[in-house]
T-cell receptor
């Protein structure tokens, strides 16, 4: 069984500040981990993913995430927030043999000017 | 088309009616998924199709929900005797064929169908 917990349904940061969106997972098999972003009235877009190899993964729009097995975490970060980063972010976990993803409940990011 | 398309974009129906939601995956993508996104919740897996294999229906919430995929391309999700709790955004995604247990192909999502049951 797999599950995902995203801490904080809403996060607000100032433009230029660090963005940190938290994600913890549980999985009985080696996990594949994903972050998706959903802009208003649009579908989900893949930001980045971890499958195997390097635990620090870089994605689009300056985002990155680090897989920490000991902490069962996959937090998303960006050094400097931009107004265009305002959206909803979803963490998801998949595993070998199970192709469908298990999603967290999402974190809505607000960026204040 | 360039991406996954879904129709209709919005559907309002009365309780007890049947609805059909359509998904056109990206050409060449043999894997297709349906998810449901309810207000304030994450995405909930409903059903998964992979080529000619039997679909994974483990996420369907009740026997009022069914889906088919004709010709390995277009898929239709049908909800019979709709209830108010079925109101949600229904998302379809597709991906390239599965090539092994250790690979994971990106799922590309459509814009969704917003279903409102009155």
């Amino acid at each position: 069984a797999q599950s995902v917990t995203q801490l904080g349904s809403h996060v607000s940061v100032s433009e230029g500040a660090l963005v940190l969106l938290r994600c913890n997972y549980s999985s009985s098999v080696p996990p594949y981990l994903f972050w998706y972003v959903q802009y208003p009235n649009q579908g989900l877009q893949l930001l980045l993913k971890y499958t195997t190899g390097a635990t620090l993964v870089k994605g689009i729009n300056g985002f990155e995430a680090e897989f920490k097995k000991s902490e069962t975490s996959f937090h998303l970060t960006k050094p400097s927030a931009h107004m265009s980063d305002a959206a909803e972010y979803f963490c998801a976990v998949g595993g070998a043999g199970r192709r469908a993803l298990t999603f967290g409940s999402g974190t809505r990011l607000q960026v204040q000017p | 088309g360039a991406g996954v398309s879904q129709s209709p974009s919005n559907k309002v129906t009365e309780k007890g009616k049947d609805v059909e939601l359509r998904c056109d995956p990206i050409s060449g993508h043999t894997a297709l998924y349906w998810y449901r996104q309810s207000l304030g919740q994450g995405l909930e897996f409903l059903i998964y199709f992979q080529g000619n294999s039997a679909p994974d229906k483990s996420g369907l919430p009740s026997d009022r929900f069914s889906a088919e995929r004709t010709g390995g391309s277009v898929s239709t999700l049908t909800i019979q005797r709709t209830q108010q709790e079925d109101s949600a955004v229904y998302l379809c995604a597709s991906s390239l064929p599965k090539t092994g247990e250790t690979t994971y192909n990106e799922q590309f999502f459509g814009p969704g169908t917003r279903l409102t049951v009155l």
